[in-house]
């Protein structure tokens, strides 16, 4: 148990509908990372929050966005949902102030679009 | 971000030790290189991480050659449960916090009796 939550664990919806997935970090980290990982494209970096704030982007589609809160917990929401976006959802959290590239991943949310 | 090139796959019996080098020609100055394990749909886990010669924790040992552009995960008597991917990221760690991760396609490790 890396000490990472997702919620929810499944997600079953159907076309251009719109979902979130919530992430808590481990407690004491001020970082949190989304990935996606999908049959077809591998595990992707998504987007950084550090302590509220975006920190770096990566392929993340412009209709999928994401927040961190004041609590530091994350949410990503996607929307106008494709086939395409099933995939599992990784979140990740790092302590601040380490030197090494050292992230704690969470269980993940498998996202299936019919 | 510098690439990184390891095996697609490897076989192993259960007991033996297994070595997965991954090669990373345009490696950086400051990059370091890092290894997770991930096992099926589970999140990646990080292995361990390391710049030059040397580094060995409970689970792993890392070996890097002064010229940095390969580097060499050992894993001691593997066992069953060691049957997972294996990645190899290169990277510089900034100050603050870790950075985000690329990974590539990974080393599929298979471990039989």
């Known amino acids: 148990d890396s000490g990472v939550t997702q919620t929810p664990k499944h997600l079953i919806t159907a076309t251009g509908q719109r979902v979130t997935l919530r992430c808590s970090p481990r407690s004491g980290d001020l970082s949190v990372y989304w990935y996606q990982q999908s049959l077809d494209q591998g595990l992707q970096f998504l987007i950084q929050?550090?302590?509220?704030?975006?920190?770096a982007k990566g392929n993340i589609l412009e209709r999928f966005s994401a927040q961190q809160f004041p609590d530091l917990h994350s949410e990503l929401n996607l929307s106008s949902l494709e086939l395409g976006d099933s995939a599992l959802y990784f979140c990740?959290?790092?302590?601040?102030?380490?030197?090494?590239?050292?992230?704690?991943f969470g269980p993940g949310t498998r996202l299936t679009v019919l | 971000l510098a690439k990184t090139t390891q095996p697609i796959s490897m076989d192993s019996y259960e007991g033996q030790e297994v070595n997965i080098t991954c090669s990373h020609n345009n490696i950086a100055t400051n990059d370091y290189i890092t290894w997770y394990q991930q096992f099926p749909s589970q999140g990646p886990r990080f292995i361990i991480q390391g710049y030059k010669t040397k580094v060995t924790n409970e689970v792993a040992s890392l070996f890097i050659p002064a010229d940095r552009k390969s580097s060499t995960l050992s894993l001691p008597r593997v066992s069953l449960s060691d049957t997972a991917v294996y990645y190899c990221?290169?990277?510089?760690?900034?100050?603050?916090?870790?950075?985000?991760?690329?990974f590539g396609t990974g080393t599929r490790l298979q471990v039989t009796l």
């Open positions: 990221l290169v990277g510089a760690a900034t100050t603050g916090t870790a950075s985000k991760l690329t």
């Open positions: 929050y550090y302590n509220g704030e975006e920190r």
């Open positions: 990740a959290s790092s302590p601040p102030g380490q030197a090494y590239n050292e992230q704690f």
